[in-house]
């Protein structure tokens, strides 16, 4: 017998449900590998200041390991997020292993699965070129790419587009699991609420819908909003973050007051 509509709505919530859990379980893991791979990183740190260059080698490849199982649990999480979200229910018995299999098949990018190019990797070995080398480009790289490698995050804007906070400032901060951008969760949540329900990401530009549920604070959120305020600390500029999405606005105001 076909299930009928309300039996598959609550079949569809109990998968997405136990998808949810799923994957903040994950996330909590990929939170504790980034932990490890900073504190790799001091470590390493105060041995190349020892010119302790063998055991510096032997923890960047302890790194190389835990980003390659970072990026697993990464796509763990977005290929179980998916299943949950696409499951429909059906009268024939559901082939959960065959779904997430194709997720993860989908998922899988072969032109970022090279670690060597991680941001992660970059930075580490950019920190440690620099305890020696300061303001001396690595071999093998423009300078270009150093600007970019010592200043990546995985924080695309600055500050609540609505509140205007800047992010490091947030005591609530909340990120969009769709367009990854971060706000003030009373203040996005108000301005979800405002619209009906649903309403565009306040970046101008950024096609995504956002809901009440589609905003979360995730463990890694937490690590990327610490690691930008230890970047801070450092005197690293932070209004290099711009997201790719900001609204031509400024240069329009601009133009109009030539």
Partial sequence: MAPTSSTSSSVHERIRQAAATIQDDNQSLASEIR????????????????????????????????????????LFSS?????????EPEPELTNFGKLFDNEMAKLRDPSSSNPQNHPLLRKFRQEIWDVHHHG?????????????????TNILNAACP????????????VRGKDCKHIYDKEAI???????????????TGCPRILLADSVSCDHLLLCDIEELRSMSKQNVPTDVIED????????DSDEDDM
Avoid: H
């Fill in 136 to 152: 001396q480009p690595m071999p093998g790289d423009e300078q270009e790419d150093i600007v970019m490698t010592s200043t990546q």
């Fill in 189 to 203: 949540l108000g301005y979800i609420k405002s619209n009906g329900g649903d309403a565009g990401c306040p970046i």
């Fill in 35 to 74: 932990k490890s791979i900073d504190r790799l990183r001091n470590i390493a740190l105060d041995l190349e200041r020892d010119n302790q260059s063998q055991k510096v080698k032997e923890l960047e490849n302890a790194v190389l390991e835990l980003i390659e199982i970072y990026e697993e649990c990464q």
């Fill in 79 to 87: 290929a179980v997020r998916s299943v949950g979200d696409a499951y």
């Fill in 162 to 173: 609505l509140s205007g906070k800047p992010v490091i400032e947030l005591s609530s901060p």
């Fill in 244 to 251: 790719f999405t900001e609204s031509n606005e400024d240069e």
